[in-house]
């Protein structure tokens, strides 16, 4: 077999890779002793700062100790501080191998045309930065970052002692380079933050570069947040805060990628940019879907902020949302405690997408990007102990406001409805020397001043009162009192916090019911028997949760007269899991006669049981008896897809495909354009067709049939259909017969082709003409491949003719 081969030497980043990594150091960072940091200190060699600028490379170092000697290269990393406390114009450069630095009190400034204060340079070069102590970077040239960190680089920041207690601030000049990040038309390197409180912005209005991220025209390439405390300010420019540069071009198909997993996050850009305040930076009109196709912002947790000029709250990114690990859309919310403790209040908030430890903003706010429904958070105040609970309901289209208000409460808002039961189910008057049970209509749907459900019994019980005498109520249901009054008597209830519940105090009063004269009681009425059927069952919502699955159920209340009569204006109870609580409907009237819908929710992997029930009582002047109808379930998750493979298309066209899917699968396009009513679409055979470039996310599809739920598995996120730049087309010839036509490919990428020499010829190394790639032949298979193509190509074979 002939092997053609050509190849030049290609440079490999590490991408997301550094998200695990970072990952895996926060963890061994908690496992870490005081004396394993103290031992592990000692290993370091100390460089003075303020006796020189320091360089450290691949096994070699240039800088003086503590006590003036030369320094000698340290595998197990440097501790870089200053013997002095005044500035310094001595700069720090890293530029090869893998180093661990300890930044203990630096103050460096530099001059207009200076170096960077920090830079991280050569690709391939990791750094691990703890902080201890107040740092402070100021760069006094426009086109360098006050932190560079170079394309093909690392930075991973942390402190000492896990703690945020340490800090960075870096001063841009607010020229062409970012704060932290890329230099002038550069990208920036991937930066991972895990602790520390980090303050990235600019000295002066009129940057290009992104305070955290590329310079002018530069992407901001990977950048995760897994805690800390991050500021970046970008508001007197035109670039994100976090992300890429400003640039009329687009950053020529490089990406930037932002991942927010903790940590506490405030951002501020100018006053209704047409950009991204985490993402990407101003870009002419004619490049905006291109950069928003490249640009990836993901949230699992932390709390997020974005600011404008004026401090008003704005949107993290212009015109769409961003999305979690799952792909599910996600929605700012702003949560205020209930008493609006102090700016800066530390406090721990709980909530589905995880938990953090943040400080109160804005007069007692907690801001989360939470996905559409109803969400439950939890905050605690770390400096009183106190609990908070609210529900944050968040709709599809709440895009439109730059946050949803909602309310963290310790207080009972709901207040005791009271009705009065008696033998005959009409008359709901209290009379003297008749008995009658009062009852709390409304018993468990009570709910806090946060609209939090919360649990009767556990959370709160209910308090008789006689005129102002608080009484007992019946032993074997508090919640209801059985009297015989007298003419006058008045009862009335509250809602009372229990112990060790989530509220505190009481609510309001009821309104009181008022004994009258007497009253001969009701005679009890035969009643018809009643009959419920179910019409449907697992209507599913357009999206459903893969999470936790819902079943609809829609069913119709009839008597059992032989004539299926509905009826009307009837309240069914609707029962889960074996739970004494219940949720309440009226059957319909009309064409909707005795018919009534409830969906099951919160349905978790696992078995279930509903029951849905009418308890008897008069309608339309009729007695019924009751009826009811119950059915066990399971609920299983499958695992999300995987295995998928992409070919690219270009811009403005649709001929991208992903393989590997099949038709128990659905499929979203998540960008450019995540918005209202987002589009689910069925995969039709095994190849996901006619796409353009884009970002896509794929799951199984949810399934019912009866005794099994199928969940929706996650959604597989971010299968990249990339954009081509370039197209390789086979030239024809007589000598040669090509069996793949013209192929798109992305800038950087490989295509294959069949081809095979005519009868009478052969193909020789010197026959295949190819310009801007590396390439193979295959002639045993006539497999033809290119790699690392850099241009639009047209393959040209003359084959040898066989003497």
């Given amino acids: 077999m002939q092997q053609i081969t050509k190849r030049r030497p290609v440079l490999q980043g590490k991408g997301f890779k550094l998200a695990a990594l970072a990952s895996v150091l926060a963890l061994l960072l908690t496992l870490v002793s005081p004396a394993g940091y103290t031992s592990a200190q000692a290993l370091k060699t100390t460089l003075d700062l303020a006796k020189g600028s320091i360089k450290i490379g691949n096994g070699t170092v240039t800088g003086k100790t503590a006590t003036g000697a030369a320094a000698v290269y340290n595998g197990n990393g440097y501790i870089i501080t200053s013997s002095t406390s005044s500035e310094t114009a001595n700069t720090i450069t890293i530029s090869g191998g893998s180093t661990e630095i300890e930044l203990k009190n630096v103050k460096i400034s530099t001059g207009y045309s200076s170096a960077s204060p920090i830079s991280i340079e050569n690709a391939g070069t990791i750094v691990d930065l703890k902080l201890n102590g107040t740092s402070v970077l100021t760069s006094g040239n426009p086109k360098k970052a006050a932190f560079g960190v170079a394309e093909g680089t690392e930075l991973t920041i942390g402190t000492v002692d896990g703690s945020d207690n340490h800090t960075l601030t870096a001063n841009g000049y607010g020229g062409y380079a970012a704060a932290i990040g890329g230099n002038e038309a550069a990208a920036s390197g991937a930066i991972v933050i895990d602790e520390g409180t980090i303050i990235a912005k600019f000295a002066r209005s009129g940057n290009y570069g992104a305070a955290i991220g590329g310079g002018q025209g530069g992407a901001g390439g990977s950048i995760v947040i897994n805690g ?89 990114l212009y015109k769409r949302q961003p999305v979690n690990a799952d792909g599910q859309p996600l929605y700012a919310a702003g949560i205020k405690l209930e008493d609006a403790p102090a700016n800066g209040t530390a406090v721990d908030v709980e909530y589905e997408g995880g938990s953090i430890r943040t400080n109160t903003l804005n007069g007692g706010y907690v801001y989360l990007f939470l996905p559409a429904g109803s969400n439950d958070v939890a905050i605690t105040r770390a400096d009183t102990g106190a609990a908070y609970y609210g529900t944050v309901t968040v709709a599809e289209g709440a895009a439109n406001s730059a946050f ?102 009481s609510s309001s009063f009821s309104a009181v019911k008022t004994s009258l004269g007497p009253k001969a009681g009701g005679i009890p009425v035969p009643g018809v028997p009643a009959k419920l059927s179910v019409t449907s069952e697992a209507e599913f919502t357009k999206q459903p949760d893969p999470t936790a699955g819902a079943i609809t159920y829609t069913v119709k209340l009839t008597s059992d007269d032989g004539l299926d009569t509905p009826i009307e204006g009837a309240t069914v109870r609707f029962y889960q899991d074996g739970s004494r609580n219940f949720y309440t409907r009226v059957t319909g009237t009309g064409d909707k006669a005795g018919l009534i819908s409830f969906t099951f929710s ?98 199984y599809k949810a399934s019912y049939d009866g005794d099994v739920y199928t969940l929706a598995s996650d959604y597989r996120y971010l299968v990249w259909v990339q954009t081509a730049q370039w197209t390789v087309t086979p030239v024809t010839s007589d000598s040669v017969v090509w069996e793949t036509g ?39 298979t006539g497999l033809l491949s290119l790699d690392t193509i850099t241009s639009d190509i047209r393959i040209a074979i003359n084959a040898t003719p066989i003497e």
Avoid: C, M
């Fill in 602 to 699: 919160a349905l978790l992997p696992g078995e279930h049981s509903i029951r849905i029930a009418y308890e008897g009582g008069k309608a339309n002047g009729i007695s019924y008896e009751g009826a009811s109808y119950s059915k066990s379930f399971t609920v299983v998750k499958p695992d999300k897809p995987s295995g998928f493979t992409t070919i690219a298309a270009k811009t403005g066209t649709k001929n991208g495909k992903i393989f590997g899917a099949d038709e128990s699968q659905e499929y979203i396009k998540w960008i450019p354009q995540i918005g209202n009513n987002q589009q689910i679409y069925p995969v039709t055979g095994n190849v996901i067709d006619n796409l353009e470039p884009s970002l896509y996310s794929i799951r």
């Fill in 742 to 780: 013209a192929v798109d490919v992305i800038a950087g990428g490989s295509a294959q082709f069949y081809v095979h020499a005519r009868e009478g010829y052969t193909i020789q190394a010197g026959d295949i003409q190819v310009k801007y790639a590396n390439y193979s032949y295959d002639s045993q």
């Fill in 404 to 505: 949803i208000a909602a309310i963290a409460s310790r207080t009972i808002k709901s207040v005791p409805v009271l009705a009065v039961q008696n033998a005959d189910i009409e008359d709901s008057d209290l009379n003297e020397g008749k008995p009658s049970v009062l009852a709390v209509s409304n018993y468990n749907e009570v709910v806090n001043a946060g609209g939090y459900a919360l649990q009767a019994g556990t959370d709160y019980v209910v308090q008789w009162y006689k005129g102002s005498t608080l009484i007992s109520g019946n032993s074997e249901d508090s919640s209801k009192l059985t009297v015989t009054p007298l003419t006058g008597d008045v009862y009335k209830a509250k809602f009372v916090a229990v112990s060790g519940g989530k509220v505190v105090g």
């Fill in 228 to 316: 800390g405390t991050v500021t970046a300010e970008s508001y007197g420019g035109y670039a994100a805060a976090i992300g890429g540069g400003n640039s009329a071009a687009g950053y020529s198909g490089k990406a930037t990628e932002v991942t927010i997993n903790g940590g506490t996050v405030t951002t501020k850009i100018p006053n209704a940019a047409p950009y991204d305040s985490i993402g990407y930076g101003k870009v002419a009109s004619g490049y905006t879907a291109s950069v928003q196709a490249s640009t990836s912002v993901v949230v699992n947790g932390g709390s997020i902020i974005n600011r404008n000029d004026s401090s008003n709250i704005t949107t993290l």
